[in-house]
């Protein structure tokens, strides 16, 4: 079992910032692949940003240039680094943990609220 818990939403006016934080129960450097998703009201969940063991990132066209996703191996905690910020990104963002011949693990979701 993996337990994923997140953190740093909020409301943001647009062009703004946040940083949103995953804290996870085990070893990220043990999880092949980490990801953040969104989930706005009324569409599907959707990804916005993986990262792998080897620190290879990919974004989805919508994010990419505007936010960054990490991860500090020695805090066990993957970050999102939300910049220049749209009401469109407006959504429930969700951590996931892909680890190798398991199930995938997810949060609960955290608000990200961005006003015009």
């Known amino acids: 079992q993996v337990q994923l818990v997140e953190s740093g939403g909020g409301l943001v006016q647009a062009g703004g910032s946040l940083r949103l934080s995953c804290v996870v129960s085990?070893?990220?450097?043990?999880?092949?692949?980490m990801g953040w998703y969104r989930q706005a009201p009324g569409k599907q969940r959707e990804l916005v940003a993986t990262?792998?063991?080897?620190?290879?990132?990919n974004y989805s066209d919508s994010v990419k240039g505007r936010f960054t996703i990490s991860r500090d191996n020695a805090k066990n905690t993957m970050y999102l680094q939300m910049n220049s910020l749209k009401p469109e990104d407006t959504a429930v963002y969700y951590c996931?943990?892909?680890?190798?011949?398991?199930?995938?693990?997810w949060g609960q979701g955290t608000q990200v609220t961005v006003s015009s």
């Open positions: 990262i792998t063991k080897g620190s290879t990132t």
């Open positions: 085990r070893r990220i450097f043990t999880i092949n692949v």
């Open positions: 996931n943990a892909r680890p190798t011949l398991e199930p995938d693990y």
